[in-house]
């Protein structure tokens, strides 16, 4: 066998392997039987329902998209702010604020989630939203400083300063020319970001409640002590969640990428010419 071949059949094992847990909890959402049983011995919508109405599983699901939410948008403001300020401002040991702002990147899971968990406890914040939204936050945040970075480190700065030179504050320079560039790369980190906190387990056990837990934590604790046909339920209205939030925000960024393709190839003829209303001085006589 080929080395082609064993590296095309490795590829073949890997998507197997990623996908097929999917291919076996969509169905077993669907099955009829009470218990997990695969393949299921035929097919109901009961457990979606039985998902629906049962006020601990919404708490839970809307516990998680606030959260996600809220993360994606303390990981967005602080990445971008510090991206920008590492490309742009030429910050002092660029290197090192970078390797310890992607550090949760390496960092042990566990390790973070029991150092958060002591600072919770000391300052009485176990169960606190916001500081969950943070911690999630904070694991996001390599992801969306490495895509930002990324994405500036393409964009002539130039373009800023000539906006500057033309009257615009730094902030509306900014507004106006860089962040419709770095667009698609904000959103890619916002869907990078809100895929994070919803599936985040860890974190999570150690700083919610046992009465108030995020989806994932309910999900774990119903497989611990009350495995039943409404987890994979669960679980598929996650994937569900998940695929739609990325199709939406893959059509934004659709959206952005096209409107400035079309500003960049609008005819010269379209904009203001600079210069054309001034007096004509020195001519002939």
Known sequence: MTMRRCVQALVVAILLFLVTPVLVVIPMAFSSSAFLEFPPPGWTTEWFAEFFRDPDWIDALTLSLRVAGGAMVLSLTVGTAAAYALVRR??????????????????????????????????????????????????ALPFVLLNVTASLQTIDQRLELVAQSMGARPWTAFRSVTLPLIAPALIASALIAVVISLDETVVALFLTEDTRP????????????????????????????????????????WVIARATGMRAGAPAGDGVEIGAGEPETGGAR
């Open 214 to 253: 995020t989806l994932p934590v309910k999900v774990y604790n119903s497989i611990r002590y009350d495995l039943n046909a409404v987890v994979p339920a669960a679980a598929a209205v996650v994937l569900a969640g998940t695929v739609a939030i990325a199709a939406a925000l893959g059509l934004v960024r």
């Open 90 to 139: 030429g910050v002092r040991f660029r290197g090192a604020t970078q390797g310890f702002l992607t550090l949760p990147i390496v960092m042990p899971t566990i390790v973070y989630a029991v150092g958060a968990y002591l600072v919770a406890l000391k300052l009485g914040l176990v169960g606190s939203e916001l500081l969950l939204m943070c911690a999630h936050a904070v694991l």
